[in-house]
């Protein structure tokens, strides 16, 4: 599934194409996806001026004067800038084509992605309004954990993943922030101190900033807006490495289900 860092990159590669190109047609060739898209979707977004390409969490934004498009990648989603008159393969489902030749296309071949068009404050729509602070942002601190974590019994990496307490720390990066901060990801999250969530949090900016630089991990269908894939994978300590030495004392790292989701760590360096 893209994560924050392979949105971001997303976010990066499309805006010099499309931030201020009007959208002179909209072309979709499948509708079922996670959420149908209606029939007048087409209507609304035609003339529409883009004005910027912002992200929240997962989400994509592409504001205009009239209204924003929402557009989440889910599973194996992506966004390619191609000519208009390129040929479409079998999972593009949506073409945004723009003033300037160009299109911006949907291809999602699990159809798990969404494109919700909103008149609205898109802050404020059902998709984004119960989201947590950026992990990025100077409103992300170690103290924000501490106070979100009181009380909770659900072990810490399951906490950061909630996109109620942050937003955007998807499986790979939790378990590389935690490695990284040297707490088990099996803790209670109200059992971890004060210190131990400021370095958790200074982890989490530390692996999200080195994977946008990397342009995202490239783990089963993620791809950036050209088609070339992330290299951040590369530098994993933990993930997808169950058996191999740790990097920081040798031993042999660990995997286990969590929450139906693949866990690794190290259980010499992590407590």
């Given amino acids: 599934m893209p994560e924050l860092p392979e949105v971001e990159t997303a976010r990066r590669g499309i805006a010099p194409h499309v931030a201020g190109q009007r959208i002179t047609r909209a072309v979709v060739r499948e509708r079922r996806l996670r959420r149908p898209i209606p ?63 160009l299109a911006l296309r949907l291809r999602d071949p699990r159809r798990f992605g969404l494109m919700v068009w909103t008149g609205d404050d898109p802050l404020a729509h059902p998709l984004l309004r119960g989201l947590g602070p950026e992990p990025l942002s100077a409103a992300f601190t170690g103290d924000v954990l501490l106070r979100s974590s009181k009380g909770r019994i659900l072990p810490v990496k399951q906490f950061i993943m909630d996109g109620r307490v942050v937003v955007g ?62 290299y951040f994978q590369q530098q994993l300590s933990v993930y997808g490495r169950e058996g191999e030495p740790c990097p920081q004392c040798g031993g042999a790292i ?16 992590q407590r």
């Fill in 169 to 230: 720390v998807g499986n790979i990066y939790a378990n590389e922030a935690l490695f990284a901060a040297g707490i088990h990801p099996l803790r209670r999250a109200g059992e971890v101190s004060r210190a131990e969530y400021r370095a958790l949090a200074a982890a989490i900016k530390k692996v999200l900033r080195r994977a946008i630089a990397q342009g995202g991990t490239s783990l089963r269908d993620f791809v950036d807006s050209s088609g070339r894939p992330g």
């Fill in 39 to 101: 029939r007048g979707f087409a209507g609304e977004v035609a003339g529409q001026q883009i004005n910027a390409v912002r992200r929240r969490g997962k989400y994509l934004l592409l504001d205009t004067a009239g209204g924003t498009l929402i557009i989440h990648l889910g599973m194996s989603g992506s966004l390619r800038v191609v000519p208009a008159a390129a040929a479409a393969q079998k999972h593009d489902h949506v073409d945004l084509r723009l003033s300037n030749g």
């Fill in 254 to 269: 660990a995997c286990l289900r969590l929450g139906q989701r693949a866990t690794y760590f190290c259980g010499r360096c």
